[in-house]
């Protein structure tokens, strides 16, 4: 599955680079995750929003990835889903100028806004 951005923390990065050290040919810079990142970040494409709304989620809730976020540039949206269980449910969700203060980020505000270009 490829995704749009993913979020490691410091200790994701450290469980990236020891599973990487344990391949047959480890890679000296870059490999495929190998456990569920803090977060992935999907840009919604034109005509594939039942893939990244739908598919991409249920791979993502599969694979346990505990946060999901949905940028969607065209009606100007995020979704920020977390997993609860086997499913995501919405923590925050916001349009047009709304303001997010996403939990998993302290002190984050996200003015949608100013991500627009207008």
Same mark, same amino acid.
């Given at each position: ?6 979020? +490691? !923390? ?17 890679? %000296?810079?870059?490999?495929? %995750? ?12 034109? *005509? #594939?929003?039942? #893939?990244?709304?739908? !598919?991409?989620?249920? &791979?993502?809730?599969?694979? *346990?990835?505990?946060?999901? &976020?949905?940028?969607?540039? #065209?009606?100007?949206? +995020? ?6 269980? =086997? !499913? ?6 916001? =349009? =047009? ?6 939990? %998993? ?11 627009? %270009?207008?």
């Amino acid at each position: 599955m490829k995704v749009d951005a993913v979020y +490691l !923390t410091r200790e994701d990065e450290l469980r990236q680079k020891k599973a990487n050290a344990q391949l047959p040919r480890p890679r %000296l810079i870059y490999c495929r %995750l190998m456990f569920p990142p803090t977060l992935v970040i999907e840009s919604v494409s034109i *005509g #594939h929003e039942a #893939h990244d709304y739908e !598919t991409k989620r249920a &791979w993502y809730a599969e694979f *346990g990835i505990p946060n999901y &976020w949905l940028i969607n540039a #065209h009606p100007r949206t +995020l979704d920020w889903l977390v997993l609860d269980g =086997q !499913t995501y449910r919405v923590d925050q969700a916001g =349009q =047009q100028k709304d303001e997010l203060r996403p939990s %998993l980020f302290s002190g984050l505000v996200i003015k949608l806004g100013e991500l627009w %270009l207008d």
